[in-house]
Structure formats: C-alpha cells, structure tokens
C-alpha cells in the first residue's frame, strides 16, 4: 500500500512496485485516508510506503492508528522530512528513507520487511 | 522690635532663596531623569525592533531551509523515480512516453517553486504599489489557467458575481491569489468531477467597503485546528501536505490590506469541502 499526496509519486511508485513484482493493494491521497482503506482490507497489506507530509493527517498520526489496529504490518516511512526519523522509529516505524531515495535500494528494504512478517514474499 | 523683624525677614528671604535653588535643582534633576527615561525607552523599542527584525530573518531561514529540504528534495524524488522507471520499461515506448510526461511535470513544478520563491522575496523586500485593478476578468484568466494545468481532468468551475467589472485595489499578482486558491481546490480533491463556485459580493466591515470573494469546493476540506496554520508556512515549518502557494496568497492579500481565511463549506462538517473567503478594498 501507497501512502503520499504527490499525485506523480502514486504513478511512479506504483509501476516500479508493479514491474517488480510486488502487488499494490492500495493507494492513500493522506493519512485519514490510509487509516480508513487499511480498515476497509479484508486482507491487510503486509507492507506501507507511508509519506509524512500530508493534508487532513500526517504519516506519523496515521501510523500510530494503524498499528493500534494491527500490529503486524510494517510501515517504511518515506519522507523529504528527515526531523522526524526518530519519531518515525520510537511509533514502530520498520525503517525512515529520505527522499530522494533510489528505489533499487528501497526494494530491498521491502523485502526484508515483508520477511519479518514471517509471511512469503508476493514476487 | 523692628530689628527682630527684619532679621526674620532676612531669614525668610534665605529660605525662599535656598528653596529656590533646591526647587531649580529638582526641576533639572527630574528632567535630566525624563531624558534618561526618553532614552531607555528609545533604546528599549530600538532593541525590540532589532529583536523583531531577528526573528523575523530567523523565520525566513528557517522557511526557506524547509522549502529546500522538502519541496524540492520531493520533486527531485519524482524525477528520480521516473528515470528509474525509464530504465525498467525502456522497451515499451508507450509507458516511456507516459514516464517523460511525469518527468516533464515534475521539472515544471520545480520551475513554479522557483518562481513562487522569487515573487515572495519580491514582496519582503520591494515596496509594491497598489492601483485600481479588475478581478472579473483576472478570474477568468485564472479558470482558464487552471483549466489547462488539469486539462486531462473534467471540472466544474462557476463564477456567481453582481457584475461583469469589479475594481479593488492591488496589482497584477492578484490572478497568483487567484490561481493558487483553484489548483489546491482541484489538486486536493478526491471527487471524480472537482467543483468550483466562485461568488463575489460586497462587503463592508469598520465602515471599509471591500469585495469578497469565496471559493467553496468539493474538495478533501482542511481540518479546524489546521485551518489557520495553512497560510503560515515560515512560522511553523510543521504545516503538512502545503505547497509554498498559500504563504505566497496571504502575504499578497496582507499588502493589500485584504484578509484570507477558509471556512468549511458545510459548517462542522470539513470533510464536504472548503470556502476560502478573500476580501479586498474595493474602489469605484
């Protein structure tokens, strides 16, 4: 699931998690709505993309939400925002990558998240 | 008799001499005292200005290291990722196409944020002069504006004025008001078809006579305890999912001596969208 208000980020980051053989669930313009669709899953995303800046509710207060209501998922923060990587870690973030980050790396990050979920990998 | 009288009189006349003297040495004592209080108090609001001077120069750091670490490193992000995206479907010359348009749109958003930072270090600095100036037809430029940004998204924007010639007093930057106010509507939008109804009407408040103007959308809305700290980037680099646009709106509006807020267009209910209410001196 995809968590950023920059409507070019949507594209972009869904068709290089597509072409790498991940499959995206979801797509969430702001925290409220993230909260709200991850509710709505009947089968919950194993892994978040979650941006901090964001209209109506920020990543951070969105975070804390969904990991209230399942503990399992593992949310990789990306944000422009590096001042609140700590609070990103101390709520359960999995991990904080800045932008501009290289998805090559990210893609690894998602991997071993979707690992420490103990459930198999979807490419 | 009388010699006991006149050295009663002498002393009398010592004393009035002495109390003269103490009195005119008062009098200088006190007003040495006032221009030391004059001075402190120069010095004082000398020192107040500075402090103010300060801070305001440490907001405007602060705003501009904050634009420079999160705007433009997001922008950058979008071009990275679509030249990444590139490398992955450089065989498929529909999807590359697609990928270079997004590409192309980040550039541009990068070159508005440019421009939005030089018209607002224009405004900090220069002295602007305001003249009689039209909004009907501004307004219209400003749809039209919007319109080809978004023009792969249907929209409906309505105007509802008194009349087709409208004059306040500002300057040309009043079609930047304009356009920000419509392409957050539109972008912040999650309805299928975004809706626009502009109204302008009179208004008069502590007997000035101004124009207001309000864009009610059917947009995401902005919740109470943001609706303020949305036109104060700078102040409080915290403002989230805001671009540079509103501070650039309400420092206009300020040098107009208008006056911006958003309400929400259903009262109490945000999540049915937004009214951002402008007024603006009119003149005849």
């Given at each position: 699931m995809i968590v950023d208000d920059e409507p070019a980020n949507q594209y972009l980051f869904k068709k290089i998690l597509t072409f790498n053989g991940f499959e995206v669930i979801g797509i969430a313009e702001d925290g409220e709505e993230a909260v709200s669709m991850f509710k709505s899953f009947s089968n919950k995303p194993k892994v978040i993309l979650m941006d901090h800046?964001?209209?109506?509710?920020t990543g951070i207060e969105a975070t804390k939400e969904i990991l209230q209501i399942d503990s399992n998922v593992k949310i990789i923060f990306i944000s422009?925002?590096?001042?609140?990587k700590e609070e990103a870690h101390f709520i359960g973030a999995f991990s904080f990558w800045e932008k501009p980050f290289a998805f090559e790396s990210l893609i690894y990050d998602i991997k071993k998240a979707m690992v420490c979920n103990n459930s198999p990998l979807s490419n | 008799m009388l010699e006991e009288n006149k050295d009663k009189k002498e002393d009398l006349k010592q004393i009035k001499a002495l109390l003269k003297q103490e009195i005119a040495k008062r009098n200088k004592l006190e007003e040495k005292l006032r221009t030391t209080l004059e001075e402190l108090n120069r010095s004082n609001k000398e020192h107040l200005f500075i402090l103010e001077n300060l801070k305001e120069a440490y907001n405007r750091a602060e705003f501009y290291k904050d634009l420079f670490t999160h705007d433009i490193n997001n922008i950058l992000q979008g071009i990275l990722s679509g030249m990444e995206l590139c490398g992955i479907v450089f065989d498929d010359p529909d999807e590359i196409k697609a990928t270079i348009k997004v590409i192309k749109a980040q550039v541009k958003r990068g070159a508005g944020l440019v421009s939005n930072i030089r018209k607002l270090s224009q405004l900090e600095k220069t002295e602007i002069s305001l003249k009689r100036t039209e909004i009907c037809n501004s307004l219209k430029n400003s749809i039209d504006y919007a319109k080809t940004t978004y023009q792969d998204k249907k929209m409906n924007i309505k105007v509802d004025s008194m009349s087709k010639q409208l004059y306040v007093?500002?300057?040309?930057l009043i079609r930047d008001v304009f356009e920000n106010i419509l392409i957050n509507a539109i972008r912040h939008n999650k309805s299928s078809i975004p809706e626009i109804d502009v109204k302008i009407s009179k208004y008069q408040k502590l007997g000035i006579n101004y124009l207001k103007i309000e864009f009610q959308d059917n947009g995401v809305g902005i919740v109470d305890t943001r609706k303020e700290k949305i036109f104060q980037r700078g102040e409080n680099k915290r403002i989230h999912g805001m671009g540079l646009g509103l501070s650039l709106v309400k420092k206009i509006i300020d040098i107009y001596n208008g006056e911006i807020w958003v309400e929400d267009k259903v009262i109490g209910d945000h999540s049915k969208g937004s009214n951002f209410v402008i007024l603006i001196p009119e003149v005849d």
């Open positions: 800046r964001m209209p109506v509710k422009a925002d590096i001042s609140i | 007093r500002a300057n040309e």
